[in-house]
């Protein structure tokens, strides 16, 4: 299957033509290849390399401005052009989880296929080459675009939860945007996580991440109506609910001060257990 990248076509093609020149493998992938097989433009951009890509980074950087910070730990650079848009750089990649809901381990893998079993969907599983002889095949080893077609949303492996309990909510995010259904297996084995309480052992940080992540979709009361069929809200707080009054507010500030609102006495501890910026909270505060 080949597709045309529906945004940044010169710069893609450029930055794929520097990586032919290196002698390296580079694809567009995750969320922009999903998003440009279901016929959208795609925000951001993450390149997969098949080596260490800092001399693509560099030449990216000279070519369209900006600036860039090397992630060693995670093996992944980030590059933040002029105009504000971020690009993601990152080499093939495997993970390992030390134990539930911890922060992963990563390693270099040897293949693009090998890199793409670890990420959090068969959705998300993609990578469309940007190499000149190749450019715009896809790459989908385990299934992807099978369950966009069908509007189905389906981990790849059975510890998938347990490893990350934050794909959890980025499922139910994924699955309100875009009208879909949870697959039966990933429907019930994100029960038995939820049941196990793995979301509890996230870091507050990271659960505030995932809530902001929800409020500021254009429509969050699907993703929301998931999570209480779940019983997913609970980790966000006790007595956390979600309605058409919070959803009827715009952005994630105002929602925010709707959901603290009807919270009642327990708003302001809420708020501060987000561990938010003070001018986040200050708007909240206002609104």
């Not at 134990?99 to 959090?120: F, G, Y």
């Not at 429509?219 to 980790?235: G, I, M, R, S």
């Not at 929602?255 to 809420?270: E, I, P, T």
């Amino acid at each position: 299957m080949k597709i045309e990248p529906l945004n940044d076509l010169n710069l893609l093609r450029e930055t794929g033509e520097s990586a032919r020149r290196l002698g390296f493998e580079l694809y567009a992938v995750g969320g922009c290849a999903r998003d440009w097989l279901l016929g959208f433009k795609s925000a951001d951009i993450d390149f997969l390399c098949g080596a260490e890509p800092m001399a693509l980074v560099d030449g990216v950087t000279r070519k369209f401005g900006g600036s860039f910070t090397n992630f060693k730990r995670f093996l992944t650079t980030r590059l933040f052009l002029a105009d504000g848009r971020r690009l993601d750089f990152a080499v093939f990649r495997k993970e390992s989880y030390s134990k539930p809901a911890a922060l992963p381990v990563v390693s270099p893998a040897a293949s693009a296929s090998e890199d793409l079993i670890r990420r959090d969907f068969a959705c998300n599983a993609l990578a469309v080459s940007l190499l000149p002889a190749s450019f715009g095949e896809v790459l989908d080893p385990y299934g992807g675009a099978n369950d966009i077609k069908l509007g189905v949303l389906r981990i790849l492996h059975k510890r998938s939860f347990l490893d990350d309990p934050t794909r959890i909510y980025r499922a139910a995010r994924f699955v309100g945007r875009f009208g879909w259904k949870l697959g039966a297996d990933t429907h019930r084995l994100a029960l038995e996580a939820l049941g196990g309480g793995l979301p509890a052992q996230l870091s507050r940080e990271r659960l505030r991440n995932e809530l902001l992540k929800l409020l500021s979709e254009k429509e969050p009361l699907p993703a929301f109506n998931l999570l209480k069929e779940l019983d997913a809200l609970k980790f966000f707080h006790e007595k956390f609910t979600f309605g058409p009054e919070a959803a009827a507010a715009s952005g994630p500030v105002a929602r925010l001060a709707v959901l603290s609102s009807a919270l009642g006495q327990n708003g302001k501890d809420f708020i501060a257990s987000l561990k938010l910026t003070r001018a986040m909270v200050r708007e909240i505060m206002e609104e």
